[in-house]
């Protein structure tokens, strides 16, 4: 029998086909996460840059309520998302009557929270690569499985055997584990490649956000020491990053 897939398809019983259908499905939905994921990382990337060109000027200057003017103009920053976001929580809470907490420690913890959303929304939709990867192949072998019950079925029913009478319907079963094989192993590397993108964003937003807790204790006279020591931690990656030519700071 030749390899022809469309004379295989034509041949291929219904369930077959359902899950040769769900394995397009399954190809689709991953391509579709990751150009969306790639889109974003870029359009993210360049955000950031052009706004902590602005940011760290501003800072210096103590330009808080500008500073939040210009994060809530770049939407498309994660960068101002999370920044923007503790400058606003400071202004509310320094212009408020004090409780227990400063303002400091009340727009760290609020910090924290921004930084969890920004993961979230960093990550979104990768589930999907993953859940694509590890299942495809076993949706492949169910129809491959169905596939040879229904061969030796037949077989069963007609009374004659041999391997020819049995070699189109494994032929056809088997190409559905090809099929589901051929999906989950790009879907694999996108989602690694995916991965890698999200962790080196989330290490230089966690890098800003500690440098602008540094600076609004420094604003605000707050000593922490232990607050510091994690500071200098992040001094030092810091550091080794921009020897490999990579600044991470937001200005």
Same mark, same amino acid.
């Given at each position: 029998?030749? &390899?022809?897939?469309? #004379?295989? +398809?034509?041949?291929?019983?219904? &369930?077959?086909?359902?899950?040769? %259908? ?13 150009? *969306? ?32 003017? #210009? ?18 929580? +400071? ?12 303002? $400091?420690?009340?727009?760290?913890? #609020?910090?924290?929270?921004? %930084? ?18 590890? =299942?495809?192949?076993? $949706?492949?072998?169910?129809?491959? =499985? $169905? ?35 051929? =999906? ?23 890098? @800003? ?24 931690? @992040?001094?030092? =990656? *810091?550091?080794?990053?921009?020897? *490999? ?7």
């Amino acid at each position: 029998m030749n &390899f022809n897939l469309l #004379e295989i +398809y034509q041949h291929m019983g219904f &369930f077959a086909r359902c899950i040769a %259908y769900t394995l397009v499905l399954f190809a689709l939905s991953s391509l579709i996460v990751f150009f *969306e994921r790639l889109i974003f990382f870029f359009r993210s990337k360049a955000a950031d840059r052009k706004f902590a060109a602005r940011a760290g000027k501003l800072l210096e200057a103590q330009q808080h309520e500008q500073f939040v003017t #210009e994060a809530t103009a770049a939407r498309a920053s994660s960068l101002a998302k999370l920044l923007g976001g503790g400058v606003k929580t +400071y202004l509310s809470k320094k212009s408020a009557p004090q409780g227990k907490l400063g303002a $400091v420690e009340l727009t760290r913890r #609020e910090m924290d929270r921004l %930084y969890e959303r920004v993961t979230a929304d960093v990550r979104r939709g990768m589930s999907v690569l993953a859940s694509v990867g590890s =299942v495809a192949p076993f $949706v492949g072998l169910l129809g491959t =499985v $169905v596939g040879i019950i229904e061969s030796f079925a037949g077989i069963a029913k007609t009374g004659s055997g041999g391997l020819g009478a049995v070699s189109a319907g494994i032929s056809e079963a088997l190409v559905v584990t090809a099929l589901g094989l051929l =999906v989950a192993i790009p879907a694999v590397l996108m989602f690694n490649l995916l991965s890698t993108r999200a962790d080196a964003l989330l290490l230089s937003l966690d890098l @800003a956000r500690k440098e602008f807790m540094d600076h609004l204790e420094d604003v605000h006279g707050v000593s922490a020491p232990a607050v510091r020591g994690e500071g200098a931690v @992040a001094l030092d =990656v *810091e550091r080794a990053t921009r020897k *490999e030519g990579v600044d991470v700071r937001p200005a």
